[in-house]
């Protein structure tokens, strides 16, 4: 019974910073902080290390939930498209740039003892926020036109690549389990495939599916969670990945509600940000070693121009002679905006043991840094469209 009611108390916690978050960026919105700064700060605050309200340990399979969903929507919003189109082709050569100048430089930081293990730090600096930035970019209409695709190939490039990174790199330790994780992944896509032909247009199966999707049945909704929690119980038992699993999953997950996609998509909304999501980005900020910081405070800004070369810096070659100088510099600046993947890493990386514990919280301050800061210079770089001109009435018009 102790246990209960203390896992309610840190639940109750974390809830209480999660509904707050957006009601503080709503109450101020000059505030130039994205929600997801302010769920860690929130978690920082609540966790053992300051206030003591919260435990991590007790929300920890409500916090790999969220961390699935925050894989699963990350493939489900990746238009593959996208790939097919010169924006989609550059944003590959820049990501693979990219991790080739993170791999020598992160590589160095460890030949000199920063760092331990080298690869998630570099994987680290290739990520990019696209769920973070999209609100953000929409908001100030640098979506639209050509200039906007080129920004969504880059982010998606920056989400999609480093989470199949992840997953062969930092998932698995032995290399046959890897691959079985791999093979098992696929099955998995195919199965889901094949899942499209079962409901075909017309038959019974599909019918149930689309005549129950709302209201109390919520089919569509209730199987995809079905799937995510039985992806983490079976990754959890065989020692497989589940982070390339739920990534694949959401993708395939697009392709298999066909019409409904829409729909499901803002069902997923729901149920990921309204309740998981914000519980695993609290429980991350709990979790996030406070005392490194204050010893190493250096460590964070080092990270912050890594995350800001690394990342950023090939965009201005690759994209040369297809967006102007403005333009590249926005997409640099977008694309090295990185948190919510720096976060999820971070905390694979310390549960596998391959990353030091200062390391992983200079990295997540680093990404809140590049969020608070990055984004605000791309749009204030933006050039300003031409306000009509308001046209006179005709004489004899009312």
Partial sequence: MDDIAGALDSLLAITAVAAFAPLLAGLVPRLPVPQVVLLL??????????????????????????????????????????????????????????LALGLAVVGLLTWLGVVRAFVPVALAMTTTALGTLVP???????LRGRFGSYLLAGGAAGELLPILAIAVFLGIGNRWVALLSLGTVLVLAVLLGFATRVLRPGGRLAAVFTERQHETSQIQL????????????VTERFHLDAVLGAFVAGMVLRRWAGGSAPVLEEKLDVTGHG??????????????????????PLRLLLFFGLMVGIRGLPALLVYLGVLSLRERVQQALVTATALPLVVALSEIGLRNGTMLPENAAALVGAGMLTVLVLPAIAVALRRPEPVPLQQEPEQGVL
Avoid: C, H, K
């Fill in 136 to 142: 953000i970019l929409r908001e100030n209409a640098m």
């Fill in 275 to 296: 309740f998981l999501i914000p519980i695993f980005f609290v429980y991350s900020g709990m979790t996030i070693d406070l005392d490194a910081i204050a010893q190493a």
């Fill in 41 to 98: 700060a929130g978690g920082m605050v609540i966790g053992p290390q300051v206030l003591g309200l919260a435990s991590p340990t007790a929300v920890e399979p409500l916090a790999d939930l969220g961390l699935g969903f925050v894989f699963l929507l990350a493939g489900y919003e990746i238009d593959q498209r996208l790939y097919r189109q010169d924006a989609g082709r550059r944003a590959i050569i820049a990501w693979f740039a990219s």
């Fill in 222 to 233: 209730r199987f995809t969670v079905l799937l995510l929690v039985l992806l983490l119980a």
